[in-house]
């Protein structure tokens, strides 16, 4: 079956530090990948996505790359700020479920 | 536009007690979930209803009954709660079903805990 594995948190960060959220897989078929981000008080809602090996997805600074030999898709960012204190989610699907396989969720607190 | 609506946010119950959870989405989608999270763990879906006038069971859903009640809502009930309902429930919604997961919409979440 399919399976996402997420860091533990929480991790705690100062204002401009580099982020490293890791995320591993095991999937029947080939997935897309998903990180989604849930702010506090709101749903989640999807952050970016890979659909393909190699490709690397991008949002609000945010960025990872669906490697497929190691079956990880990292989620990285360069500075982050307190506004990005939330939960991060890894989430993939295989073709012909449509329903999203998610990891456990990772928070980050960023401090000023 | 608020999107995916829940309520409510946080609710205590005693193991026994019946309750149902209540979500509402004014995006005019056609599909809409139920899933919970429980610590360690990832979201699991418990049912679903692909489109309105039919549900359907999800990966967990023993304990849990639903009614897709209009278009907008999507409610879910416990009839005899038990402490390994213990979770956070979030809802969702997508235009229709069987599309990719990036279109799925997610409400902000219901705490329940049950002692």
């Known amino acids: 079956g399919n399976s996402v594995t997420q860091m533990e948190g929480p991790v705690t960060l100062s204002e401009e530090a580099f982020l490293t959220i890791n995320c591993t897989y095991t999937a029947t078929g080939y997935p897309s990948l998903f990180w989604y981000v849930q702010y506090p008080g709101e749903g989640l809602q999807l952050l970016l996505k890979?659909?393909?090996?190699?490709d690397k997805g991008s949002n609000k600074g945010f960025e990872a790359t669906y490697r497929k030999e190691t079956t990880s898709f990292h989620l990285e960012k360069g500075s982050v700020q307190v506004s990005d204190s939330a939960v991060y989610f890894c989430?993939?699907?295989?073709?012909?479920?449509?329903?999203?396989?998610f990891g456990r969720g990772t928070s980050l607190i960023v401090h000023p | 536009n608020a999107g995916v609506t829940q309520t409510p946010k946080f609710q205590v119950l005693k193991t026994g007690q019946s309750m149902t959870l209540q979500c509402a989405q004014d995006m005019n989608h056609n599909s809409m979930y139920w899933y919970r999270q429980d610590p360690g763990m990832g979201l699991r879906l418990i049912y679903y209803s692909a489109s309105e006038g039919t549900t359907d069971k999800g990966e967990v859903p023993n304990g849990y009954n639903v009614s897709r009640l209009n278009k907008r809502e999507f409610s879910l009930r416990l009839e005899s709660a038990a402490p390994s309902q213990t979770s956070v429930y979030f809802c969702?919604?997508?235009?229709?079903?069987?599309?990719?997961?990036?279109?799925?919409?997610f409400g902000p979440g219901t705490r329940l805990l049950v002692l």
């Open positions: 989430a993939l699907e295989t073709g012909g479920s449509y329903i999203p396989t």
């Open positions: 969702a919604s997508s235009e229709f079903f069987r599309e990719s997961p990036e279109t799925q919409y």
């Open positions: 890979a659909t393909k090996a190699d």
